[in-house]
């Protein structure tokens, strides 16, 4: 069973950038897919960012691709998502997840057995 802790949500003015931290409990961590997606008032969770193998880049959403990175940190059980050029509509809770390790990594929430608490993230025009 693998626990995830997000942080670094926030408020954050358009424009500007927040990154969010993604802690796992697992030993294992790096046998899993991690990914990030969100949910606004009203809306289905959507995906945002997969990540499979930390030396390989990132697969992501076209609304967010050339704005956010997706890392992670094996050896710190972490994944992180780094948020820049922030818009209105970035506003959402954002849930980190993780899965079974495949490539490439699975872009809807039905390939993700394990999920966050999730973290507010506001954007204010």
């Known amino acids: 069973q693998v626990q995830l802790v997000e942080s670094g949500g926030g408020v954050v003015q358009a424009g500007g950038s927040l990154r969010l931290s993604c802690a796992g409990s697992?030993?294992?961590?790096?046998?899993?897919?991690m990914g990030w997606f969100r949910q606004a008032p009203g809306k289905e969770r959507e995906f945002v960012a997969a990540?499979?193998?930390?030396?390989?880049?990132?697969y992501y959403s076209n609304s967010v691709k050339d704005r956010f990175t997706i890392s992670r940190d094996n050896a710190k059980n972490t994944v992180y998502l780094q948020m820049n050029s922030l818009k209105s509509e970035d506003t959402a809770v954002y849930y980190c997840?993780?899965?079974?390790?495949?490539?490439?990594?699975?872009?809807?929430?039905?390939?993700?057995?394990?999920w966050g608490q999730g973290t507010q993230v506001t954007v204010s025009s």
């Open positions: 997840a993780a899965g079974r390790l495949r490539f490439p990594p699975v872009v809807t929430s039905q390939g993700y057995d394990y």
């Open positions: 697992e030993r294992t961590f790096s046998t899993y897919n």
């Open positions: 990540i499979v193998w930390s030396d390989r880049p990132g």
